[in-house]
Structures are given as structure tokens and as C-alpha cells.
């Protein structure tokens, strides 16, 4: 089972508003609409931000949204801040005989 | 609160075994799945298995498979995972998290700290 495909880096200025795709296939996120991202501070555990493509657990800033199209989601942040500095990765159920679940390679957001 | 707790860092010589603890508190053990995930310095993200509780009934990564066994303890409610023929490459952070599989609920919240593992001669 291959990772999913994100870009290596991503960067905006303070209030600009970024996306980070996530590129699987007809298997994985094109498939399920299983589709879950994790934002990751240097040092720490990852932290759920988005889960089931689109939706946002309690507590998440609602500049936080999500979305699929095909076989590629997308994580977009707006009113970018500071704090969004950080890696994101992006996670799909598969389900399969060889991985049930598979991560995205990882994007690094600059904050400029 | 629901809170995943590891066990400590752990230095290793190639070839030999870890077994790292993942000590639940906040929730019903046997309602969520235990997942293993872990990173590699610098590196993204890997899926390494997952184990119900209820059951024990287990699936792994293919990449891990022979190796890795994962296990639990209802009475303590704690999760273990053990990696077994450990090599340079297996140096790592490994987390555990939870995640509902039962239920359709697949997203990994929360997670432990984090075990460092080193596997250096």
C-alpha cells in the first residue's frame, strides 16, 4: 500500500488562506469517504483536525474545512495564523488484506 | 479525560525485541480499537497495525507482518506492541491512538506521547 501523496511544503502569509491535497486512488480516498487529517507541532503527538472528509471534532477553529473530489482531498486552513505553523497529514481508510489504513506523506506549513 | 499513556524511550542492539505499553484511562478499553502508528526521525507517518481490545483480534501492515505482534490487557486496560528483529530503520517514535473501527468511526483520537525507540550497536 503506497502513501498517499501530499505536496513536501506549503506556505502563506498571516490571513491568506492555504490548501494541501492529498492524492490516493480509486482504493483508498476515492473510495471511502474515510478521509482524516492530523496537524503535527515539532516534537509532539499528531492532533485530529478533520475526520470522515469534512467534518470537525469539538474545539477545532472552523477556519479548519475539508473536502474530496475523486480520488484527491484537501485540507484548506483560512485566516492563516502563527500557529498553524506545522506538519499535516492526511489519512484514508483502505481496508485491505495488506493495510487497513494509510497516511499521507506529510506537508510542511510555513506561516510567512 | 480519555488519556493514552506509553511506556519510556528504549535503546536496542540490532536483532533483539521491544515491547512498548500503552496504558488507557478515561473510556470503556473493549469499546475502541488500539492503533500503532509510528515516525521515523524526519519522517512521515506509518500505519502499523491495530488490535481490538474485545477480542484481540489483530491486523497488521504488510511491511510489519512476522514481525510486529500486538496484544492487551483488559485487566489494566493497556495495549502492547512488540517489534521483534529490530534493525537501524526500525529507530522511531511509535505512538498508539484510538479509533472506533466497530462503529465506522475511523480517525485516531487522542494519542499517547510517543515512544522513542533506538536501535543502534
Known sequence: QSALTQPASVSGSPGQSITISCTGTSSDVG??????????????????MIYDVNKRPSGISSRFSGSKSGNTASLTISGLQAEDEADYYCCSFVGSSTSIYVFGTGSKVTVL | QVQLVQSGAEVKKPGASVKISCKTSGYTFTGYYIQWVRQAPGQGLEWMGRINPSGGGTNYA????????????????????????????????YYCTRSDDRSGLNWFDPWGQGTLVTVSS
Open chain 1, 31 to 48: 473510495y471511502y469517504n474515510l478521509v482524516s487529517w492530523y496537524q503535527q507541532h515539532p516534537g509532539k503527538a499528531p492532533k485530529l
Open chain 2, 62 to 93: 504488510q511491511n510489519f507482518q512476522g514481525r510486529v505482534t500486538m496484544t492487551r490487557d483488559t485487566s489494566i486496560n493497556t495495549a502492547y506492541m512488540d517489534l521483534n528483529s529490530l534493525r537501524s530503520d526500525d529507530t522511531a517514535v
